[in-house]
């Protein structure tokens, strides 16, 4: 099913795609009717737009693509922050979705996008649109090359990062707020600017290197890129190859990539190898030669090598805790 949906100055897509999809609405709530998944969007918005926050947490059984526009006004400049795979896994034994792949995507609301919800997965993210003008009051005094692109690039940009545990656990007291629904405004707008806060505080990590304008097509080359890395996990990088079909030197898309991610190609292909390692061995109680041979790996020591780096235990007893 494909859905089309336009963001016009800063009225958010909730909405339209709650009309589009057919979703219920309860309070501040749109449910998924049960013919087409399970679950919920819900969310805020503070200060005359200038703060806003949408909350996934369902999964659908038919694929959509989402073609959403924005129509920005004339002196508008926000920053989307999305935030995916971020609340638990729900533990349904009859219905094991696929999970969203943990990550923070930064870039300007202005960046018109092409997203596919693929069916049975389930969508656990936090969404946070926020205007450049209350970013620069908050982290206006950071100096980082990332930060500054942030905050001033009159290009576009796009970067992601990873997830941190404070950012899971300030999540976690969104969904849950234990708070009366008449302070859960205020209270998640508190946590909204938590979570910004945690979010720049890893830019901030990052290699110091120069930043470059990335033309839209790069941003969606690289992404393409990304979604192939993730998809394929047994097969290493072919870069030469990825290079050709993203249209650009290889030098450029190692470049634009360690850019965009904050690694290099392979680091970032065999951090997300072991990120799903870890899945497979705690959630589908798999051996550790069931992961090992399923990654692509033929040594299972240099896979318990490897996982070792990256979890700072080894596989077995990981699979053990």
């Known amino acids: 099913m494909k859905v089309s ?13 709650a009309r589009a999809v057919g979703l219920t609405v309860e309070g501040r709530f749109f449910h998924i009717p049960k013919s087409k998944g399970e679950g919920y969007i819900t969310g805020f918005s503070w200060d005359d737009n200038d703060l806003r926050m949408m909350v996934r947490n369902y999964y659908l059984n038919e694929e959509v693509l ?23 896994s729900p533990l349904v034994p009859e219905k094991q979705p696929l999970p969203e792949q943990a990550s923070v995507f930064i870039c300007m609301q202005a960046v018109s996008s092409i997203l596919t919800m693929p069916s ?11 205007s450049r003008q209350r970013l620069r009051k908050l982290f206006g005094d950071i100096s980082h090359p990332v930060v500054e692109s942030v905050l001033e690039s009159k290009e576009n940009f796009a970067f992601e990062t990873g997830i941190s545990p404070e950012m899971i ?16 405004s205020q209270y998640c707008k508190l946590k909204c600017e938590e979570l910004l806060c945690y979010i720049f505080a890893l830019l901030m990590q990052r290699e110091v ?4 304008s990335m033309h839209i097509e790069d941003i969606k080359a690289i992404y393409a890129i990304k979604l192939h890395l993730q998809s394929h996990l047994a097969e290493p990088p072919n870069i030469a190859a990825q290079a050709r079909e993203a249209g650009m030197s290889e ?29 497979l061995l705690k959630e589908k109680g798999l051996t550790v030669s069931e992961v090992g041979y399923q990654l692509g790996f033929t040594n299972l020591s240099h896979f318990s090598r490897v ?15």
């Not at 656990?169 to 859960?184: C, F, R, W």
Request: no cysteine; net charge positive.
């Open 5 to 17: 949906v336009t963001d016009k100055h800063r009225s958010g897509i909730m909405a339209e795609f």
């Open 66 to 88: 989402l073609e959403r526009t924005n129509e920005i006004a004339e002196g508008e400049e926000d920053v989307v922050f999305m935030l995916s795979g971020i609340f638990p």
């Open 120 to 130: 049975y997965t389930f969508f656990r993210s936090i969404g946070i649109a926020v």
């Open 169 to 184: 656990k300030t999540a976690s007291e969104i969904l849950q707020h234990p708070v009366p629904e008449s302070l859960a």
């Open 209 to 212: 290197i120069p930043t470059s």
């Open 251 to 279: 030098p450029k898309l190692r470049k634009l990539f360690r850019q965009m991610f904050g690694k290099g190609i392979f680091e970032y292909y065999q951090s997300v190898r072991m990120q799903e390692a870890a899945r």
């Open 307 to 321: 996982f070792e780096q990256h979890h700072g235990i080894k596989p077995k007893r990981f699979s053990l805790k």
